[in-house]
């Protein structure tokens, strides 16, 4: 299916988005912004190519059509401007032998790089606002969420409505994150103002929900607050649904019926004279306006009160933000990917039962990039695969489909 190509188009494209090159390249072309929107654009879009197929088929519907036709042309149009920056970094890299980030940079300040540079930044821009409009265009298309088997770890982030409870002991790492960031929640300097927002910010799978419910559910963070709420909000577009679904986590109580005159006014009056924290969990949208909005009906509560969001955007981040640094959070150490690896794959026994099954763990491990979620699928997975065989098979597939690139995109096919 030409729209199952396209699905594998944006991935490349959201892996090239994430090597060295173009991390390193923002700063010299001048469109880091522009870039990072790309990206979002990018990552909402894919996740609705499939119903997109669907309703093309079953439809036969010419706005469909249209809008796969220029989703296609763009995405070409991306593909080869990644693929023109791969070709002269390859060529640098073949001719000096440095380091990539060495290579890079003299690719983009050689001979004339003003003009590189600009006819870089120009590229960039027009494709994003292209991807802009189109995206805009799947309102009117109701698109659902629909990935495949073939990236089961996206779906697993993508489909889910979070809760705030979390079993502390089945999580490893992360106690230093936590503490760090509930200093910041018992800060005096970020209490001067009434509400103050800590953006958690990393890609997808990396445990920025995980962490909220361990900050969330700390004993101290619960005694600090006169209230303290829950809500997750991923990908909602719909202002009135986002502030209905805070107007539910803070009173308990149905929106469906309601104006959003009346939840505006039951949001006030539920953290009025109260010093809160409200943890939004999986928020998308980038939109200033919405966000100012927000904070203004929270404006009634006591000083000091909290908000921490967690987000896939650096984009979003900065927009919410009023911490100096958004909290980035990292990936897992080596030793702590192994342990969350055992306490999930082994039964009890097992390790002692056939040694020969820890080597090849540790090699798949290794391929799990040691970020949580994957390691979290693989190790389940696995815990219902006894013999060495079916771990062999496991690693050696994971070996040629499982790719985590440079911090980039969890793929599993």
């Given at each position: 299916m030409a729209e199952s190509i396209l699905f594998d188009i944006i991935g490349k494209v959201l892996v090239s988005l994430g090597q060295s090159a173009y991390k390193v390249g923002k700063s010299y072309w001048g469109a880091r912004h522009d870039l990072d929107k790309l990206e979002d654009s990018l990552r909402f879009i894919r996740a609705r190519v499939h119903d997109a197929e669907k309703r093309h088929e079953d439809e036969s519907s010419e706005v469909i059509k249209e809008?796969?036709?220029?989703?296609?042309?763009?995405?070409?149009r991306a593909d080869d401007l990644f693929d023109d920056v791969c070709t002269i970094s390859c060529r640098k890299q073949r001719a000096s032998g440095s380091k990539l980030t060495k290579q890079v940079r003299n690719v983009f300040s050689s001979s004339n790089p003003v003009i590189f540079n600009r006819k870089m930044a120009k590229r960039i821009k027009s494709i994003r606002k292209e991807l802009d409009d189109i995206k805009s265009k799947m309102d009117g298309?109701?698109?659902?969420?629909c990935l495949t088997d073939r990236d089961p770890v996206?779906?697993?982030?993508?489909?889910?409505?979070?809760?705030?409870?979390?079993?502390?002991?089945?999580?490893?790492g992360r106690e230093s994150d936590k503490n760090n960031i509930i200093d910041m929640l018992f800060d005096p300097k970020y209490a001067q103002e009434i509400v103050s927002v800590i953006p958690i910010v990393g890609f997808g799978g990396l445990g920025k929900t995980t962490l909220a419910q361990l900050i969330f559910n700390d004993e101290s963070v619960q005694k600090h607050f006169d209230l303290a709420k829950w809500a997750c909000v991923p990908e909602v577009n719909d202002h009135k649904e986002?502030?209905?679904?805070?107007?539910?986590?803070?009173?308990?109580?149905?929106?469906?019926?309601?104006?959003?005159?009346?939840?505006?006014?039951?949001?006030r009056v539920a953290v009025k004279e109260k010093k809160f924290l409200l943890v939004l969990d999986d928020i998308w949208d980038d939109s200033r306006d919405k966000w100012l909005d927000l904070i203004s009906l929270l404006q009634c509560g006591n000083r000091g009160s909290k908000i921490v969001v967690t987000t896939r955007s650096d984009v979003?981040?900065?927009?919410?933000?009023?911490?100096?640094?958004?909290?980035?959070?990292?990936?897992?150490?080596?030793e702590e990917s192994w342990n969350l690896f055992r306490m999930l794959a082994f039964k009890e026994g097992q390790e002692e039962s056939n040694p020969s099954l820890l080597q090849i763990g540790k090699e798949i491990v290794r391929n799990c990039g040691n970020v949580p979620?994957?390691?979290r699928v693989v190790g389940s997975l696995l815990y219902s695969?006894?013999?060495?065989?079916?771990?062999?098979?496991?690693?050696?597939a994971l070996l040629s489909?499982?790719?985590?690139?440079d911090l980039g995109n969890i793929i599993l096919c």
């Open positions: 809008w796969i036709g220029r989703l296609r042309q763009v995405l070409y298309l109701n698109l659902r969420v996206s779906r697993l982030v993508l489909e889910r409505d979070t809760i705030s409870y979390v079993k502390v002991d089945s999580v490893v986002v502030l209905g679904k805070i107007l539910k986590a803070l009173t308990d109580t149905s929106y469906n019926d309601l104006s959003m005159e009346q939840i505006q006014s039951r949001i979003v981040a900065s927009v919410v933000g009023t911490v100096p640094e958004a909290y980035k959070l990292g990936l897992l150490t080596s979620l994957a390691i695969k006894h013999s060495e065989k079916e771990w062999e098979l496991f690693r050696d489909k499982a790719k985590l690139i």
